[in-house]
């Protein structure tokens, strides 16, 4: 049975015997796997909830403090908060993009650590949280190395697609 659910999760076609010899055919099984980057758009499940339109949300990112020294960790924390009348389904980030606000530029993409599944069955008035931490290194080259002093900004990026944006600025001083 396992090697006919990685031949599913692979996409292949597995071939079960039973006990007696006789060949039979699994029936079709949809398999959702997400990718960071070609995230599914939402979740459909029978009877799951909707998606959380983008209005239906509240989106921020705040960093634990606006200037960090150079090497300093810079930590902060995405908030998601459910302004819906009702419940509906919404992404928890899966990372956080590091930009260079003047240059547009990605330095880095660091993990977003949640205690929340993803996705959420936002309630409404609810709030989720999820952090991030960066070690300032630019490793949008070759090498990675000390990101220089300048204004940069954490970008959440979720689990799957939707309207969603959240993003919080910081800047690193001498």
Not at 55 to 84: H, M, S, W, Y
Not at 103 to 108: D, E, R, Y
Not at 142 to 149: E, F, L
Request: glycine share 10%; net charge negative.
């Amino acid at each position: 049975m396992l090697a006919v659910a990685a031949l599913l999760l692979a996409g292949g076609v597995g071939v079960a015997r039973s006990r007696d010899g006789h060949e039979s055919v699994p029936a079709p099984v949809e398999v959702t796997i997400p990718t960071v980057l070609g995230m599914p758009s939402t979740p459909a499940a029978a009877g799951a909830l909707p998606g959380c339109p983008a209005e239906a949300l509240q989106i921020d990112v705040v960093p634990t403090k606006a200037t960090f020294g150079r090497g300093e960790t810079a930590r902060g924390v995405g908030f998601v908060q459910t302004r819906a009348a009702r419940g509906c389904l919404a992404p928890t980030p899966a990372f956080f993009r590091i930009e260079d606000v003047a240059t547009g530029k990605v330095l880095a993409t660091v993990p977003a650590t949640s205690e929340s599944p993803s996705p959420i069955e936002a309630e409404p008035g609810k709030m989720y949280t999820s952090n991030f931490s960066w070690d300032q290194k630019d490793c949008s080259g070759t090498v990675c190395a000390q990101a220089p002093v300048g204004l940069y900004q954490a970008v959440i990026v979720w689990t799957w697609d939707g309207p969603y944006r959240g993003w919080g600025e910081f800047r690193i001083a001498a």
